[in-house]
């Protein structure tokens, strides 16, 4: 009996230590990877991902587009490859190609407060614009407008200081992508007014900002366009990720 007992009690002890050290050996797993979770990005290092829309997949949501520049690529079976070709220099496509990241890469920069650039045109169409927008149920704050200071700046390292264009690229990319919502819905400032008459002042605004420019880069107007028709001509549902 009294051996059956020491048995038992030592069957017990071992039991405790081998579920003390596995809990130690996690302990000690979750520390090195906290340790870990954390490291600096080198300046050479961008993030570029690219993602199908469609029935099977999610939207992205307001908290990942307030961070990122969203474009959209045409099908590839509609684009005219023969433009495509024409602007390929056949002579480099045999020739190895050297970049030296150092060079490739500026260095990050931290976004601009708008604050201290408010009265810059961009500045101004945009804070209009979210004002309009906003009864939609859309918003955008400061980050945004930072984000647009930032791009504009950038886009002047590559010779285009068109405003009409970066305005255009931006609205693209950052704004439009958010357009998603049923256009019957009334808006909720006591006017009978709907969010798809709202969409067409939408339309009519960013028209008359660009009303001076002639590019044919200017595209955010007949992409809003065919917003507002796909919903007209189907059940008033607005989304810019559909074709």
């Given at each position: 009996?009294?051996?059956?007992?020491?048995?038992?009690?030592?069957?017990?002890?071992?039991?405790?230590?081998?579920?003390?050290?596995?809990?130690?050996?996690?302990?000690?797993?979750?520390?090195?990877?906290?340790?870990?979770?954390?490291?600096?990005?080198?300046?050479?290092?961008?993030?570029?991902?690219?993602?199908?829309?469609?029935?099977?997949?999610?939207?992205?949501?307001?908290?990942?587009?307030?961070?990122?520049?969203?474009?959209?690529?045409?099908?590839?079976?509609?684009?005219?490859?023969?433009?495509?070709?024409?602007?390929?220099?056949?002579?480099?496509?045999?020739?190895?190609?050297?970049?030296?990241?150092?060079?490739?890469?500026?260095?990050?920069?931290?976004?601009?407060?708008?604050?201290?650039?408010?009265?810059?045109?961009?500045?101004?169409?945009?804070?209009?614009?979210?004002?309009?927008?906003?009864?939609?149920?859309?918003?955008?704050?400061?980050?945004?407008?930072?984000?647009?200071?930032?791009?504009?700046?950038?886009?002047?390292?590559?010779?285009?200081?068109?405003?009409?264009?970066?305005?255009?690229n931006f609205v693209l990319q950052k704004i439009f992508p958010r357009f998603l919502f049923d256009s019957s819905d009334s808006i909720s400032d006591g006017s009978s007014r709907t969010k798809?008459?709202?969409?067409?002042?939408?339309?009519?605004?960013?028209?008359?900002?660009?009303?001076?420019?002639?590019?044919?880069?200017?595209?955010?107007?007949?992409?809003?366009?065919?917003?507002?028709?796909?919903?007209?001509?189907?059940?008033?549902?607005?989304?810019?990720?559909?074709?």
């Open positions: 009996m009294l051996n059956e007992n020491l048995e038992k009690t030592l069957q017990e002890n071992n039991e405790h230590e081998l579920l003390r050290k596995i809990q130690s050996l996690k302990l000690s797993e979750r520390q090195r990877i906290r340790c870990q979770s954390s490291f600096t990005l080198p300046n050479n290092v961008r993030f570029i991902g690219t993602l199908n829309v469609d029935d099977t997949t999610y939207y992205l949501s307001p908290k990942i587009l307030d961070r990122v520049h969203i474009i959209r690529f045409e099908n590839p079976l509609f684009i005219n490859m023969e433009n495509i070709e024409k602007e390929i220099n056949t002579d480099l496509l045999n020739s190895s190609i050297h970049i030296n990241p150092l060079t490739f890469f500026d260095e990050k920069s931290a976004y601009p407060n708008f604050l201290s650039r408010k009265d810059e045109k961009i500045v101004k169409k945009l804070i209009t614009l979210s004002n309009m927008i906003e009864s939609l149920g859309i918003s955008f704050g400061p980050r945004v407008v930072n984000q647009a200071l930032l791009y504009s700046d950038s886009m002047k390292k590559f010779n285009e200081d068109d405003e009409d264009v970066v305005f255009n798809l008459d709202i969409l067409n002042e939408v339309s009519v605004f960013i028209r008359n900002s660009l009303s001076n420019s002639t590019s044919s880069e200017i595209t955010c107007i007949a992409e809003l366009n065919k917003v507002i028709t796909k919903a007209q001509q189907g059940n008033l549902q607005v989304n810019y990720w559909i074709k």
